[in-house]
């Protein structure tokens, strides 16, 4: 149980495109989400917080202009990099909490973005 | 400030030689304790959540402890299949319960 989907794995794309990547809760309904950044050999890096049917909350530093996302239902929840640049390369993981569990975090496989 | 430290930063295993990981921590109001396990290029695995001082779990070869200031996970006769990065996260009772994570030990077993 407790299984997190994001897709797609690994991207690559052209500077100045925008990218979506989604994060799925398999088998348990999250009300929220969170995505990471993960720099080589890093901790991770929380970006935002994504409430379903509300505004995600965003980390101080993080653009949400750069970085939308939207949890538009109890299952899923996308991050789309607008406008991607070589800076925005990097591990974006994504995590969720079930809402019956109290606290735990479940999360995602990953996805390796690289922006040429 | 709510703060996680873990130690040793990386630590080399024989195999079967049991070792200890720690992780202590500053919070106020601690809601739980995480453990999770992050091989290179994947998300963090779920391992272990701990929520009050005494608390004790178990997982095959791992076994995770709680006092009020830090956390052990013990590696019991480990494999090379253990090897990987081992990180800690503590939720508090506010701040949206974000967890609060620590560097993480980067651990190797060799056969």
């Known amino acids: 149980g407790a299984v997190v989907s994001q897709h797609p794995s690994r991207v690559i794309c052209k500077s100045g495109t925008s990218v979506k990547i989604e994060c799925r809760s398999l088998d348990f309904q999250a009300t929220t989400m969170f995505w990471y950044r993960q720099f080589p050999k890093q901790s991770l890096m929380l970006m935002a917080t994504s409430n379903e049917g509300s505004k995600a909350t965003y980390e101080q530093g993080v653009e949400k202009d750069k970085f939308l996302i939207n949890h538009a239902s109890l299952t899923l929840s996308t991050l789309t990099v607008t406008s991607a640049h070589p800076e925005d390369s990097s591990f974006y993981i994504c995590?969720?909490?079930?809402?019956?569990?109290?606290?735990?975090?479940?999360f995602g496989p990953g996805t390796r973005l690289l922006v040429l | 400030e709510d703060q996680v430290t873990q130690s040793p930063e990386a630590l080399r295993l024989q195999e079967g030689e049991s070792s200890s990981l720690n992780c202590s921590y500053t919070v106020s109001g601690l809601r739980g304790l995480f453990w999770y396990r992050q091989d290179p290029g994947k998300g963090p695995e779920f391992l272990f959540t701990?929520?009050?001082?005494?608390e004790e779990k178990e997982k095959e070869r791992l076994k995770a402890t709680l006092t009020k200031k830090e956390s052990f996970l013990h590696i019991t006769a480990p494999k090379p299949e253990d090897s990987a990065t081992y990180l800690c996260?503590?939720?508090?009772?506010?701040?949206?319960?974000?967890?609060?994570w620590g560097l993480g030990t980067s651990l190797a077993v060799n056969p």
């Open positions: 701990l929520y009050s001082a005494g």
């Open positions: 996260a503590v939720s508090n009772a506010g701040n949206n319960r974000k967890l609060i």
């Open positions: 995590s969720a909490r079930d809402q019956g569990a109290v606290e735990t975090q479940y």
